[in-house]
């Protein structure tokens, strides 16, 4: 199974959620609101070789972002994921919508052309996240709990990009319209956890299985085999990124 979007270093216990994802067989991808929280974090992820750790820069931290920039620039040779990325124009993100945007570019030209598994933060910035990931010319990149205008959808798979799904998306009806229209080969499996809750605890890396569980529904596929069509469009991501490399 896959979880391609968890923060890690907000449980309270991370090394005891690294140790549950890796004993149930979640390649998990860890990812982080700065470089210096990514930084923090490497102790969680040691010993744990399906848990693999992501550099970010959250746009909803834009105002740490200027402090951060020379480490994320010394950090992003180290590790093969990039995340969490991107811009928030909501409420809570319009006041720093510029400082978002340069930092934004600021990501996608220290990566250049590096191949590296990216997931995206795009609310309310979804136009804008597309036609920035198209002048760099990245493409492959993960839109992570994508909410945005089915148009802009529909470009993105265009483009080549793919979309990470969460319990809390399979739960509400822009979810499930959001889900019915990307295409099966560029879905993606995630918690989001700890922000992600299933009952009343935190989403951890194995809950991805309700994911699973609804898209089984959803196509008409046993749940098992929608877990393999997932590890084959993650395979997939990450054979054309080392192909890229080469």
């Known amino acids: 199974m896959l979880d391609c979007h968890c923060h890690l270093d907000l449980y309270s216990k991370p090394s005891a959620v690294a140790r549950r994802a890796e004993a149930a067989g979640a390649f998990t991808v860890c990812v982080s609101n700065l470089p210096s929280a990514y930084q923090h974090s490497r102790p969680y992820v040691a010993g744990h070789p399906k848990v693999r750790l992501a550099l970010g820069l959250h746009p909803l931290l834009a105002e740490q972002h200027l402090s951060e920039r020379t480490a994320f620039e010394a950090f992003a040779d180290q590790t093969s994921f990039i995340g969490e990325v991107g811009l928030d124009f909501s409420p809570e993100g319009k006041a720093t919508e510029d400082i978002q945007t340069e930092s934004f570019a600021f990501v996608l030209r220290v990566l250049g052309h590096k191949p ?131």
């Open 116 to 246: 590296k598994f990216v997931s995206i933060h795009s609310r309310r910035a979804e136009a804008r996240v597309l036609e920035m990931l198209r002048e760099a010319k990245r493409t492959s990149a993960v839109f992570h709990w994508y909410s945005g205008p089915l148009a802009v959808l529909r470009n993105a798979v265009a483009d080549g990009h793919y979309f990470s799904i969460n319990p809390a998306m399979s739960r509400t009806p822009s979810g499930h319209k959001i889900i019915a229209a990307i295409p099966k080969d560029r879905i993606l499996t995630e918690t989001d956890g700890p922000f992600v809750t299933v009952g009343r605890r935190q989403a951890e890396p194995p809950d991805v299985i309700l994911v699973e569980e609804y898209l089984g529904h959803l196509w008409q596929r046993p749940a098992l085999e929608v877990r393999q069509m997932v590890a084959d469009n993650f395979r997939r991501i990450m054979a054309t990124l080392q192909n890229h490399a080469n």
